[in-house]
């Protein structure tokens, strides 16, 4: 489940920008793998061709391109499906991005059994070296 942060239409093309970025499901981007994106919340408003995108700014981060999706706000909620158990596992900390948290589900139960990684686990362990304080 990610979260849109905004629409943006460069006059040829509309993109719908997502908080999800490549990091967190790579499958589309390394092998163009097709996932069913769809509302959390289902609405009525008329669909339009767009690209679900993240916010990477890389022209790989990109969940669905040239999808018929209904224009959201910003703050709606929308779901990449069946991305199961390879999310997490392929996931990375690309552009100091932490992973997400993975959630199970079992019919209309769900959990979360993995956190969300935050700044200060990225840079658990992390030094800076003595030759660089001046720069700190």
Do not use: W
């Amino acid at each position: 489940v990610t979260r849109v942060l905004y629409l943006k239409d460069n006059g040829f093309k509309k993109f719908l920008i997502v908080d999800a970025g490549m990091n967190d499901l790579i499958r589309p981007a390394l092998y163009d793998a097709y996932h069913e994106i769809v509302p959390v919340i289902e609405t009525r408003s008329r669909k339009t061709k767009m690209d679900i995108v993240g916010p990477i700014c890389e022209s790989a981060d990109f969940f669905g391109k040239d999808r018929q999706f209904p224009v959201l706000s910003k703050g709606g909620l929308v779901a990449v499906m069946s991305a199961g158990a390879y999310g997490y596992v392929m996931a990375s900390n690309y552009n100091v991005r932490g992973r997400p948290p993975e959630v199970m589900v079992k019919e209309d139960k769900f959990e979360i059994v993995k956190q969300r990684e935050t700044f200060e686990d990225l840079m658990r362990g992390e030094t800076v070296p003595s030759f660089l304080s001046d720069f700190a």
